[in-house]
Antibody, heavy 123, light 111 residues
Framework: QVQLVQSGAEVKKPGASVKVSCKAS????????INWVRQAPGQGLEWMGW????????GFAQKFQGRVTITRNTSTSTAYMELSSLTSEDTAVYYC????????????????WGQGTLVTVSS | QSVLTQPPSASGTPGQRVTISCSGS????????VYWYQQLPGTAPKLLIY???QRPSGVPDRFSGSKSGTSASLAISGLRSEDEADYYC????????????FGGGTKLTVL
């Protein structure tokens, strides 16, 4: 079955960087974009950016421009999200999600989602 | 402050019908599809409705979506205890170079 499995929880100090991985299985990795969405404790969902695995091209929410990098390793079907210059406000669960579509090519949606990776930023 | 506006909470008793609204603007809901995600406590979000009203396989027909102008709604009929969760609407937004935007989420309580 289609599955995204993320790396484990991280604790980082302010100013550091964190890199979260997302390993895909059950489908052709290069055929679907990967997105990253985060959720601060007790808060809603916030889209961060996406990557086209085929080309490596990326796009980001304006808020994260210059601070987030999304890369991939096609040989292992794994996507990576790196966030730099961490502050306490970056404490959140980070999700990867596949951008799904169907044959009509009308619209696309997040499905499935990874299980989430808790990143805690604390001195 | 989320770009899409949802009520923070909703509630109903088993068997009732509840509706959750999602309000946006011409740059998001007004020109793009709306999607709904269900997040059960302690789990990742799950797709509930896509392209305004379509249900993925496995989602009961008790869940239905609709869209009119710059607003959308999620209706849950025959409410069950396992429906207690957070519900989020989402849409693509053409402003700020384009981005996905979400509602702030609605916590549904089954009384």
């Amino acid at each position: 079955q289609v599955q995204l499995v993320q790396s484990g929880a991280e604790v980082k100090k302010p100013g550091a960087s964190v890199k979260v991985s997302c390993k895909a299985s059950g489908y052709t990795f290069s055929s679907y974009d990967i997105n990253w969405v985060r959720q601060a404790p007790g808060q809603g969902l916030e889209w961060m950016g996406w990557m086209i695995p085929n080309s490596g091209n990326t796009g980001f929410a304006q808020k994260f421009q210059g601070r987030v990098t999304i890369t991939r390793n096609t040989s292992t079907s794994t996507a990576y999200m790196e966030l730099s210059s961490l502050t306490s406000e970056d404490t959140a669960v980070y999700y990867c999600a596949r951008m799904n579509y169907d044959s009509s090519a009308a619209g696309n949606w997040f499905d499935p989602w990874g299980q989430g990776t808790l990143v805690t930023v604390s001195s | 402050q989320s770009v899409l506006t949802q009520p923070p909470s909703a509630s109903g008793t088993p068997g009732q019908r509840v509706t959750i609204s999602c309000s946006g603007s011409s740059s998001n809901i007004g020109s793009h599809y709306v999607y709904w995600y269900q997040q059960l406590p302690g789990t990742a979000p799950k797709l509930l409705i896509y392209r305004n009203y379509q249900r993925p396989s496995g989602v009961p027909d008790r869940f239905s979506g609709s869209k009119s102008g710059t607003s959308a709604s999620l209706a849950i009929s025959g409410l069950r205890s396992e429906d207690e969760a957070d519900y989020y609407c989402a849409a693509w937004d053409d402003s700020l170079s384009g981005s996905w935007v979400f509602g702030g989420g609605t916590k549904l309580t089954v009384l």
